[in-house]
């Protein structure tokens, strides 16, 4: 599974961006979806995951409220819709694909063996 992420800028404090994921090579609707993060100097961190179904969502608590993850199986990409972005969610944003990802594992990176390149994401202050 081939994964590419898109939909990362520049923008201000207080304003919004979608992400996208689309993937080739195989579909996703059988694989759970994650994004992570990665700022300067700091290590990856999880910020949302989805089942394959799209019924069960799980957010980071820096996210929770702000970010929503949803997916369209049928178009084969995952969203991440992020508004009221801060300062602090400038990161490299990756989105990531496992097959039977427990829950206990959901929130680590270690649980996905597939990934993208990564997309910018810049907020001003």
């Known amino acids: 599974v081939q994964l590419q992420a898109s939909g990362g800028g520049l923008v201000q404090a207080g304003g919004s961006l979608r992400l996208s994921c689309a993937a080739s090579g195989r579909t996703l609707n059988w694989l759970t979806m994650g994004w992570f993060r990665q700022a300067p100097g700091k290590e990856r961190e999880f910020v949302a995951a989805i089942r394959r179904t799209g019924t069960n969502t799980w957010y980071s608590d820096s996210v929770k409220g702000r970010f929503t993850i949803s997916r369209s199986n049928d178009k084969n990409s995952v969203h991440l819709q992020m508004n009221s972005l801060k300062y602090e969610d400038t990161a490299v944003y990756y989105c990531?694909?496992?097959?039977?990802?427990?829950?206990?594992?959901?929130?680590?990176?270690?649980?996905?063996?597939?990934w993208g390149q990564g997309t910018q994401v810049t907020v001003s202050s």
């Open positions: 990531a694909a496992g097959p039977h990802i427990i829950l206990s594992a959901l929130r680590s990176g270690d649980g996905y063996p597939y």
